[in-house]
């Protein structure tokens, strides 16, 4: 393996490690996430009582999609990676990966993998425990083989986006000293428009066709509608263009935060 890539790898492997520390902790999020599977299905339940379909889609369908949800939540979501590279750029931390030939950005990308990792698996265990109870509420698409093929790089992709947003606002720690407002201000837009209060489907198809073209459609959503069939198969092309154009968008805007926060991380400390 070339040494460019070598001291990634052994960013990946801190990051197992420091974060199979803290195991437990992800086993019991990962359970107590199932009584959040509870409340999803009393509510939508009730929603469907009386009628067969809301938005084209019936009751397990729907259901499905929140069940998928679930596990991508811990597989491909950044939960504290903004607060955690604020920290470093506070406490002066992030000075050793300007004396070394470290891409910043790589680094807590491999650190962010290593953790999402562990926090999927573990995740992964008790609902694998419960969907026996589940299956017969639950409504796969029947070419689910398919989809899972063009979900993964949607799930990707999906990761590469919910990780370099968090990166942005970690970064904004350069210009300001506490970017809590900013992370909860765009947490309550993500759950908003990122489908994980409601399918994005369900809203008027006006709004729904502008959600397309922003990015956090495309950070929960796009995938767990594509594994659960809530999109036509002929659209997922479409949808992964857009997807890495807004990988792309949002890398450019983070390698010219990172730019104009050093110069200005450099006057501070000079």
């Known amino acids: 393996m070339p040494a460019s890539l070598a001291k990634y790898r052994a960013a990946f492997n801190v990051g197992l490690q420091s974060n199979l520390v803290y195991r437990w902790n992800f086993a019991v999020r990962g359970l107590f996430s199932l009584f959040h599977l509870v409340v999803v299905f009393t509510l939508w ?5 009386g009628q067969e ?4 889609f019936d009751v397990r369908q729907t259901l499905t999609y929140f069940v998928v949800l679930l596990p991508l939540n811990f597989l491909i979501s950044a939960m504290s990676e903004d607060y955690q590279i604020s920290e470093e750029i506070r406490n002066g931390m992030i000075n050793q990966f300007l004396l070394k030939p470290i891409n910043y950005y790589a680094y807590r990308f491999s650190v962010f993998v290593a953790a999402r990792l562990v926090s999927g698996v573990l995740a992964i265990i008790p609902l694998l425990c419960v969907l026996p ?8 698409p029947p070419d ?5 093929a063009v979900g993964v790089p949607a799930m990707l992709l999906s990761a590469v986006i919910q990780f370099t947003i968090a990166y942005c606002f970690g970064l904004l720690a350069f210009w300001f000293l506490e970017i809590q407002s900013f992370v909860i201000l765009s947490m309550a837009v993500e759950v908003l428009l990122g489908g994980q209060m409601f399918p994005l489907d369900l809203m008027p198809a006006w709004l729904y ?3 397309q073209y922003l990015p956090y459609y495309y950070m929960m959503y796009f995938p767990a509608a594509i ?3 809530r ?3 002929a659209a997922v092309g479409q949808g992964l263009a ?8 949002l890398l450019v805007v983070g390698r010219a935060l990172w730019a104009r926060g050093l110069r200005k991380h450099t006057a501070v400390g000079g």
Do not use: N
């Open 45 to 49: 339940g009730a929603a469907f009582a």
């Open 53 to 56: 379909s809301i938005g084209g």
């Open 133 to 140: 109870f589940l299956w017969d509420r639950l409504a796969l």
């Open 144 to 148: 689910w083989t398919v989809r899972l």
């Open 209 to 211: 066709q502008i959600s």
């Open 227 to 229: 594994l659960t069939g």
């Open 231 to 233: 999109i036509d198969l």
């Open 242 to 249: 857009l997807q890495t154009a807004w990988v792309v968008i």
